[in-house]
Antibody, heavy 125, light 108 residues
């Protein structure tokens, strides 16, 4: 079945780095854009980054721009998030999610149809 | 940037109640509005896309409506498994998505 499994979370000191991975299975990974979404403890969902199916374009939330890098390896069916210069406010559960495009009445609509279970990142000294 | 608000931020309801959650966008987003359900410790789950289209496998007691800036998610008869937090999400500015702050539905 369609599945996304995140890994790489952990405890890191402020200013440190971490790389998250998201292993995809059950679908043609190279055909879909992918997102990272995070959720700080007790808070709501925050979109973090998106990468197109072929890696040609990448988009970031202002809160992580210049510090985080999204990438993918379609030969390994894996999505990545390189996180540098980490701050306490980056502490969160990080989810990867699959992007889907559907046509409704000749208009294109986008949403996240499959999510991983998340990996926890804690930034603390 | 498009900002999303939701009301109420939380509500208490009983099994069988009709529940309505409102989401408002800071500018017109046509029908580019999705709804997700999240239970504690779990990943979000898509309920509604394109403002009113029910995702496959989602019970028909869930429905969405609205366009422009004002949207609603309605649960026609609340079930025990529906106690969760609900988020709206705009996809007008795709792939830069914005979520609403969430509405927590708990048991009265």
């Amino acid at each position: 079945q369609v599945q996304l499994v995140e890994s790489g979370g952990g405890v890191v000191q402020p200013g440190g780095s971490l790389r998250l991975s998201c292993a995809a299975s059950g679908f043609t990974f190279s055909s879909y854009g992918m997102h990272w979404v995070r959720q700080a403890p007790g808070k709501g969902l925050e979109w973090v980054a998106f990468i197109r199916y072929d890696g040609s374009n990448k988009y970031y939330a202002d809160s992580v721009k210049g510090r985080f890098t999204i990438s993918r390896d379609n030969s390994k069916n894996t999505l990545y998030l390189q996180m540098n210069s980490l701050r306490a406010e980056d502490t969160a559960v990080y989810y990867c999610a699959k992007d889907i495009i559907v046509v409704v009445q000749r208009s294109y609509y986008y949403y996240m149809d499959v999510w991983g279970k998340g990996t926890t990142v804690t930034v603390s000294s | 940037d498009i900002q999303m608000t939701q009301s109420p931020s939380s509500l208490s309801a009983s099994v069988g109640d009709r529940v309505t959650i409102t989401c408002r966008a800071s500018q017109s987003i046509s029908s580019y509005l999705n709804w997700y359900q999240q239970k504690p410790g779990k990943a979000p789950k898509l309920l509604i896309y394109a403002a009113s289209s029910l995702q496959s496998g989602v019970p028909s007691r869930f429905s969405g409506s609205g366009s422009g800036t004002d949207f609603t998610l309605t649960i026609s008869s609340l079930q025990p498994e529906d106690f969760a937090t609900y988020y709206c999400q705009q996809s007008y500015s795709t792939p830069v998505f914005t979520f609403g702050p969430g509405t927590k539905v708990d048991i009265k």
